[in-house]
């Protein structure tokens, strides 16, 4: 059986504090990447594991989260950045999904290093960013995604996806093929789900944050 979903915390731009915490309770493993541990501790946030190379986090802070009961996961090869490695960590805990903070802002760089190595992953991955939220889903998995009405988002291909179906949307789809580009750019729910399934591929839904977390669940 695979782990729960984990929460990964990163050193990018977080929602408020309020979700902040409301996403934290429904977490039972907390991951902080290095110098996310300053951060994380600057909301009120315990967590779990403290993971990456240690090159942004003070020996004296590293030493206080060990004597707190904290797990410290030094990884030190720089061919991976610290999400990278945490998205393998968790891969090997036998994970099938995490949602990440923290992901997006900041150095533009990272950002982009972030987004395709959560499109690299065979995790289910959300990241939730102060006005934005971004899926990457599997295939083979029915979604049944909460929308508001009229809310616009976007799916993207990585690179390519087949057999989509989609459905409670302006412009849906059916048993159709995804590449890499602009096609799934701007489409529009209809009611208060968006459903998605496809064959094989990867695909990114981008959708606006509202005030309640919007997530994708497995229909049965």
């Given at each position: 059986m695979a782990e729960p979903a984990a929460l990964v915390l990163a050193c990018g731009t977080w929602p408020s504090p309020e979700m902040v915490h409301a996403l934290a309770n429904q977490f039972d493993h907390v991951v902080a990447l290095d110098g996310a541990l300053d951060i994380c501790q600057q909301h009120g946030l315990r967590a779990d594991v403290l993971l990456g190379?240690?090159?942004?986090?003070?020996?004296?802070?590293r030493a206080a989260f060990v004597e707190n009961g904290g797990t410290v996961i030094v990884r030190s090869q720089q061919d991976?950045?610290?999400?990278?490695?945490?998205?393998?960590?968790?891969?090997?805990?036998?994970?099938?999904?995490?949602?990440?903070?923290?992901?997006?802002?900041?150095?533009?760089?990272?950002?982009?290093?972030?987004?395709?190595s959560c499109a690299a992953s065979s995790l289910e991955i959300t990241c939730i960013s102060t006005d934005h939220i971004y899926q990457f889903l599997n295939p083979n998995v029915p979604y049944s995604i909460a929308a508001e009405p009229s809310v616009e988002f976007s799916l993207f291909a990585l690179p390519t996806a087949t057999g989509i179906h989609l459905e409670g949307v302006s412009f849906p789809l059916e048993g159709e093929q995804l590449e890499m580009g602009s096609r799934g750019l701007h489409n529009i729910a209809i009611g208060t789900s968006i459903r998605l399934s496809f064959g094989e591929g990867r695909l990114m839904l981008m959708k606006p944050l509202t005030t309640e977390r919007m997530e994708g669940k497995s229909e049965a």
């Open positions: 190379d240690m090159d942004s986090i003070e020996p004296e802070r991976a950045h610290d999400l990278a490695k945490a998205l393998a960590y968790l891969k090997e805990m036998g994970a099938d999904a995490c949602t990440v903070l923290g992901a997006t802002g900041g150095d533009p760089q990272h950002e982009w290093a972030n987004m395709l």
